[in-house]
């Protein structure tokens, strides 16, 4: 069985910083793929960012030059750094991941975490 868990949602002011982990764990023999969504009250979940296991990277037009996504591949986590936070990016933030477990390759989602910036 395998779980991803986020941590490092929270409460806060624009302008502000936050940083978000995500840690694979359970029958894991490698992962590919790994990512950060996230979806607004009344909006489709969009991706925010997203991380080959290579390291090449992209990510959401809106969050462009503000986000910075990384990941520790011997730890099995994806981060998620986020600067100069505004209110339009309040949402649930869902991690994701394109893994090889003992059924072969799925993808996998976290629970999620909630993101709040006030203005």
């Known amino acids: 069985q395998v779980h991803l868990v986020e941590s490092g949602g929270g409460l806060v002011q624009a302008g502000g910083s936050l940083r978000l982990s995500c840690v694979a764990s359970?029958?894991?023999?490698?992962?590919?793929?790994m990512g950060w969504y996230r979806q607004a009250p009344g909006k489709e979940r969009a991706l925010v960012a997203r991380?080959?296991?290579?390291?090449?990277?992209n990510y959401g037009d809106s969050v462009k030059g503000r986000f910075t996504i990384s990941r520790d591949n011997a730890k099995n986590t994806v981060y998620l750094q986020m600067n100069s936070l505004k209110p339009e990016d309040t949402a649930v933030y869902y991690c994701?991941?394109?893994?090889?477990?003992?059924?072969?390759?799925?993808?996998?989602w976290g629970q999620g975490t909630h993101i709040t910036v006030s203005s």
């Open positions: 359970g029958s894991i023999f490698s992962i590919n793929n």
């Open positions: 991380i080959t296991s290579g390291g090449s990277t």
């Open positions: 994701n991941a394109l893994l090889n477990d003992s059924g072969g390759w799925r993808v996998y």
